[in-house]
């Protein structure tokens, strides 16, 4: 069994990232720019955005928190992006999800200019991923398949199952993990709440992306020897010995399961890091091409 090591991967890319920027800052042009919008002041939401900022610290590029209380509105959250989308000097941004139940989150999303859409929501980036073209890929399948690449798991016919249809992870991992080149060219199964026989589905997955979270949904018994296991699942579970008053905690049952699996990703440690430095990695691209669009 071998760990896919997100942690270590993550610091890798920001290394490459970070001597980008030094070679950027060299020529004298811009260094990108992420703001990130937070809107309320969820707990889990408050830890990733500020470990999205000290990340942005870490490579070099200027960063921007904007936090905007709970009792915001629609109106205000869309005057909000409409100020980020004609910021010259911003080159991506996001709207942390989740968002409060009186703002559309649709809405919200399909505010963002695609050209500074660093999370790869907006449905004309979706599009354009699911069609083969230049995009921003959403951070997290982004990183997903960047972790398959570094340690040359092989996709290819292999059957891929994902758990968990959500916009943001399971429905475009469904779709990139089919599409053609490497990783890639997998023949997937998408399951979600409904699907019948769900643990027969698992049993034949040659590679599990499981995207639920569901604390210990997946056993060693559903899965094949050998399988690929991914789990994105983050739970927050109380645990009063730690420092911070909770763990967290995958949908894997990663002691059993890693005793099977070929290759498996810890958590803390696997996914989550990834996402982070591939949010990063849009942000140099939106850079890149912004630069490229204006010359400047
Ligand atoms: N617009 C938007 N874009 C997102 O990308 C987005 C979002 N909203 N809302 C919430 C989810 C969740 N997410 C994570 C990022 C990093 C870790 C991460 O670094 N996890 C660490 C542990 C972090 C901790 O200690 O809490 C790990 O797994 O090792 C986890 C989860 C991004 N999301």
């Known amino acids: 069994m071998e760990i896919l090591d997100g942690k270590k991967v993550s610091n890798d890319i920001k290394d490459e990232i970070a001597a980008e920027v030094q070679k950027m800052k060299k020529r004298g042009e811009k260094v990108p720019h992420l703001a990130a919008v937070l809107v309320g002041n969820d707990g889990a939401s408050l830890t990733y955005v500020g470990s999205k900022v000290k990340s942005c610290e870490r490579v070099g590029f200027e960063s921007t928190l904007v936090k905007m209380p709970s009792t915001t509105s629609e109106v205000e959250l869309l005057a909000k992006i409409k100020e980020l989308n004609e910021d010259n000097d911003i080159d991506g941004f996001i709207v942390q999800l989740p968002l409060p139940p009186q703002i559309d989150t649709q809405k919200?999303?399909?505010?963002?200019?695609?050209?500074k859409d660093v999370d790869g929501f907006h449905p004309m980036n979706f599009g354009k991923m699911a069609l083969d073209m230049s995009t921003f890929i959403p951070a997290t399948p982004f990183g997903i398949l960047e972790l398959l690449e570094r340690y040359d798991v092989d996709t290819k016919g292999k059957h891929t199952v994902v758990i968990g249809r959500s916009h943001i992870v399971g429905r475009p991992m469904s779709i990139?993990?089919?599409r053609k080149g490497w990783p890639g060219n997998s023949t997937v199964t998408l399951t979600h709440s409904h699907t019948k026989n769900i643990t027969q589905?698992?049993?034949?997955?040659d590679i599990v992306i499981s995207a639920l979270g569901v604390p210990n949904f997946l056993k060693a018994e559903m899965v094949k020897d050998d399988a690929v296991i991914i789990d994105v699942g983050i739970t927050r579970v109380p645990d009063e010995?730690?420092?911070?008053?909770?763990?967290?905690?995958?949908?894997?049952?990663?002691?059993?399961v890693s005793k099977k699996a070929s290759f498996i990703t810890p958590v803390p440690g696997g996914v989550g890091p990834m996402t982070i430095a591939m949010l990063l990695k849009n942000t140099?691209?939106?850079?890149?091409?912004?630069?490229?669009?204006?010359s400047k």
């Not at 919200?108 to 050209?115: G, H, I, M, S």
């Not at 010995?241 to 059993?256: A, E, F, Q």
């Not at 140099?284 to 204006?294: D, F, G, K, Q, Y």
């Open 108 to 115: 919200v999303l399909l505010a963002v200019d695609p050209d």
């Open 176 to 178: 990139l993990m089919g």
């Open 201 to 205: 589905i698992i049993s034949q997955a």
């Open 241 to 256: 010995s730690r420092p911070r008053g909770y763990k967290i905690v995958g949908d894997v049952d990663y002691d059993n």
């Open 284 to 294: 140099l691209l939106a850079r890149e091409r912004h630069r490229n669009s204006v």
